[in-house]
């Protein structure tokens, strides 16, 4: 039984050593679609190109795997498109939030919770409302949208 264990795994490992060349090539062509469009054909051919210069079978899959990791440190020297955030979602989210903390403040204080304790709803309450007013004064402001 061993013996065949033993060889089955030989076949399967001659079977994906013969397969490393068609891996990286896969993995060569994923990484530069990754890459913004201006700059996918020369990547590409570049990595191709050193592609025939490696040795070995795993030596392709190796460098293909450094091509696609590179990618994103591509992508982070690329100037990335501003978002676009919702003034009127943080608005009405930081409002909900404030107004479910002043509630449960209020409940808790008619409960007869000590003051230590009311003072901890302050941390929710306090940067709720700031938001809030900020918000209402960007929208004003700038419009919709902000930018970042």
Request: hydrophobic share 45%; charged share 20%; aromatic share 10%.
């Amino acid at each position: 039984m061993e013996l065949l264990i033993g060889l089955l795994m030989n076949i399967l490992g001659a079977d994906l050593y013969d397969r490393c060349p068609r891996l990286a090539r896969f993995l060569i062509r994923k990484a530069a679609a990754r890459l913004p469009e201006n700059k996918r054909e020369a990547y590409a051919e570049e990595w191709s190109s050193h592609l025939a210069d490696c040795d070995t079978k795993l030596d392709q899959l190796r460098h293909a795997l450094g091509c696609w990791w590179s990618v994103g440190g591509i992508l982070r020297t690329e100037p990335q498109p501003k978002r676009a955030y919702s003034l009127d979602a943080i608005i009405v989210g930081s409002g909900l939030t404030s107004v479910g903390s002043i509630g449960g403040a209020v409940m808790d204080a008619m409960a007869g919770a000590p003051w230590l304790y009311l003072m901890g709803y302050l941390f929710q309450i306090v940067p709720g409302i700031y938001v809030l007013i900020l918000g209402i004064h960007m929208r004003l402001k700038q419009g919709r949208y902000m930018y970042i």
